[in-house]
């Protein structure tokens, strides 16, 4: 068989690599093995990763019947649960992303707007002034509140307060990448990782199964539009419900998974954002626009198109996962190569997005280049693709606008001097080493001048 060239060294050495210091583990074994290379992660297995877009769009438009996205995605089961989107494949995928897809796209993201800008500029409110802090950590309370306001339609109170906490902690313990790995999730007692992690994950059980119950026995309520309210008023195609499992894992995703990944997307761009005065002045000049009686209008931030080539292009220098991947249930030939069954097959997303041809000088961070055209979904794809893209997607880059909009248009934020924005592993996601460490030197009022 032909199989694809990739590192001599043991399955423990590659995998040390990958956990460490992945983005240079993946540079090298380009620069040596081209556009398809193989690795061997212990705990994934074999893992036959493509960079090029063509065998990355055979590799989206296969089947889940030979490309099995679930099964690549089963380390995640303790963590979000046997439910989850994530971790499904064939029928039962599609069944649950019909039902949450009408939630989470197109116009419904405009009834979500104005709470995102309040929260961010409430949070803004209280970061210190004159004093250093990681913006990271500020990035994720806020995406946290965002979640909870307009996903789980908490008011601000005892249970909003109770689910901050508890998801903060079980966040910070998961994003332990030895924790993903099998033999590590031990329960030995709530003082240990693992055991600390299930009883947190018990707390917010807790909590939803009483909202559950209690919705359920209050009835429809058209006053509501948050995506819990309308998950439990879904139906499949039978006319059945999900059931308090099937919610319950679809809410933890996009409680645990959702508010980390754009809090984390977030850091990286204003990482690279506030190392360029002149885009930042560009882009506050073009806030200005999108204001009425002094204040942000979501509608209008949301179609600004610097600000949208400025998201699309933090996500294409700095994809929060490197890679996805599918098992592949039947050998296949891609890419000129034999791939056996068994293997993953992984669209690189890192390396895809650093391809001269579609991106040019593809280590400078340059948003005016989504301004001059647009790539393929096989060349830009930091939320995946097929039938398996990221289901909040649209969510994300709403989200991401606002946020960046809100502290763009407030703060006069400084980096540490001589910061690198290195990366480090949070479970399966790559975050900002320190957090983006940043002094806050200027706050404007929140009603701003159009």
Not at 395 to 418: C, D, H, I, N, W
Request: aromatic share 8%; proline share 7%.
């Amino acid at each position: 068989m032909a199989l694809p060239p990739g590192p001599s060294s043991s399955a423990l050495s590659q995998t040390w690599q990958w956990l460490r210091h992945p983005y240079e583990f993946l540079d090298e074994c380009a620069r040596r093995y081209g556009d398809t290379f193989h690795c061997h992660i212990l705990g994934f297995g074999h893992v036959a990763a493509f960079t090029s877009p063509e065998c990355i769009k055979e590799i989206y438009a296969g089947s889940s019947e030979t490309f099995a996205g679930g099964k690549a995605n089963a380390v995640l089961r303790p963590f979000v649960g046997a439910n989850s989107v994530l971790v499904l494949d064939g029928e039962p995928h599609h069944r649950q992303r019909k039902l949450l897809m009408p939630a989470l796209h197109g116009e419904r993201m405009h009834a979500y707007g104005q709470a995102m800008l309040d929260l961010a500029s409430e949070s803004l409110d209280s970061w210190p002034l004159d004093a250093p802090f990681a913006l990271h950590a500020r990035m994720q309370d806020v995406t946290l509140r965002i979640i909870l306001r307009t996903i789980f339609g908490v008011a601000p109170g005892t249970t909003f307060d109770h689910i901050i906490r508890v998801t903060k902690e079980a966040v910070e313990i998961a994003s332990n990448p030895l924790l993903l790995f099998h033999f590590m999730q031990l329960d030995l007692g709530r003082r240990s990782p693992w055991g600390r992690f299930l009883y947190l994950q018990r707390q917010i059980d807790d909590v939803l199964r009483a909202e559950v119950d209690q919705r359920r026995s209050d009835g429809p309520d058209r006053r509501r539009n948050d995506v819990f309210a309308m998950l439990i008023e879904a139906r499949d195609d039978n006319g059945a419900p999900m059931t308090f499992q099937e919610l319950r894992d679809e809410l933890v995703t996009m409680l645990v998974a959702g508010h980390e990944t754009t809090a984390t997307a977030l850091a990286w761009s204003l990482s690279y954002l506030l190392r360029d005065p002149e885009l930042c002045a560009q882009l506050r000049s073009e806030l200005g626009t999108a204001t009425e009686g002094g204040r942000l209008v979501p509608e209008r931030v949301a179609k600004l198109e610097l600000l949208d080539a400025t998201v699309r292009e933090a996500l294409r220098i700095r994809p929060v996962a490197p890679m996805v991947g599918r098992i592949l249930q039947h050998p296949i030939k891609l890419g000129g190569y034999d791939i056996p069954a068994g293997w993953a097959v992984a669209p690189v997303i890192y390396l895809a997005h650093r391809r001269s041809p579609a991106f040019p000088e593809p280590e400078r961070f340059d948003p005016r280049r989504f301004l001059r055209g647009r790539p393929t979904p096989n060349e830009w794809l930091p939320f995946g693709g097929g039938i398996r893209r990221c289901i909040g997607a649209a969510f994300a880059s709403y989200e991401m606008k606002m946020v960046l909009a809100t502290v763009l248009s407030r703060a006069e934020l400084q980096l540490r001097p001589g910061y690198e924005a290195r990366a480090v592993r949070r479970g399966v996601t790559l975050a900002p080493l320190d957090g983006v460490p940043v002094t806050l030197s200027a706050r404007r009022p929140a009603r701003l001048q159009a």
